[in-house]
């Protein structure tokens, strides 16, 4: 598919992680009409329809599609299911059943939707806007489905680090393949631009990133280009503090996200000047408005001067964000 632009061609492009779903009214309202989370996930209107309330709302300069990085279990045929208040759970499940998982044709055709989705957002949005596609790196996506969700802070997950490495790594390597068709069908249905939420990059430590972070993200992107996928690709390793230059150096892709406990400064510091940021601002800054969010945007409009930069948060909207305090802070962004 012929793309007109991509985030890169945007001159300091504005948009939120997270901003679909969570703290739009609109939102809410739309989501009540479906039952679960994935129904939702699943229904062409209401994801084109969520994917562009933030456009309409903001006009600001990307759309992401409205999705999940758990659909890839669900595609693979593990039980996903999210109760409010409470996030996902996933059926629990051995490392062998993990490894036996095979993705089925009836799951292949719920994901369709999304793919048409992305068609129908890409004819509706301005030419001028870029659409992300996205998935969750291996590591994260895979921590859900061993410890079925995050409420003991992923201690199967950490511990198959030490006593299962090779499972591990076979689990890693089954992400790697959906995740390269997954984001290879996004923007093959018009995605220009490709994200990996690696939100989890924390809980590794140093001595196996590069089997457990590096690795896996490094294949997901050589296979894309072998299929001759054009888009930037952002990927978003939070979490690693100063860890970031180091996973910057291992891994290459065309956007750093850098998440709200990183000095920004010592970032741009410690990285040559064409590497491409994103972020930074604490989300937290933003829910509490104020004379602090004034001096943060500004913070960080001085901090990028001079470099190619996406302005974006240090990690996702937070549901009760005031919508004051977004319009506030992309008018200082752009105009002060
Ligand atoms: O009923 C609801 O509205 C459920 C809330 C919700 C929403 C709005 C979930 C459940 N997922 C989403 C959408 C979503 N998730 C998007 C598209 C919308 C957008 O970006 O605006 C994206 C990109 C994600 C990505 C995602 N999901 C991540 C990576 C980013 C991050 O926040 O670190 C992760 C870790 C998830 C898992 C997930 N899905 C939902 C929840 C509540 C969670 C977090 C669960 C947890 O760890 O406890």
Known sequence: MYMDINILQIDKPIWFMRQAGRHLPEYRKLRLKKGSFLDFCFDLDSVVESSLQPIRRYDIDCAIVFSDILVVPFLLGQKVSFYKGHGPNLESLSFKSLLNLKKTDIKIKKLEISYEAIKRVRTLLNSNKSLIGFCGAPWTV?????????????????????????????????????SIDHLAKQYESGCDTLMIFESWAGLVDQKNRKDILYSPVKKIISGLRERNVKAPIIVFPKGLGRGIVEYIKNVVAD????????????????????IILQGNLNPEVLLRGGNKLVQEALKIKKQVEGRQHIFNLGHGLLPQTPISNVHKYIEILRNY
């Open 142 to 178: 895979s921590c859900y489905m061993i410890d079925g969700n995050s409420r003991s802070g992923f201690s199967l997950s950490k511990d198959s680090i030490k006593n299962k490495k090779l499972d591990l790594e076979l689990l890693l390597e089954k992400l790697v393949d959906t």
């Open 255 to 274: 956007v750093y996200s850098i998440d709200y406990e990183t000095d920004m400064d010592w970032v741009i510091k410690s990285v040559k000047k064409d």
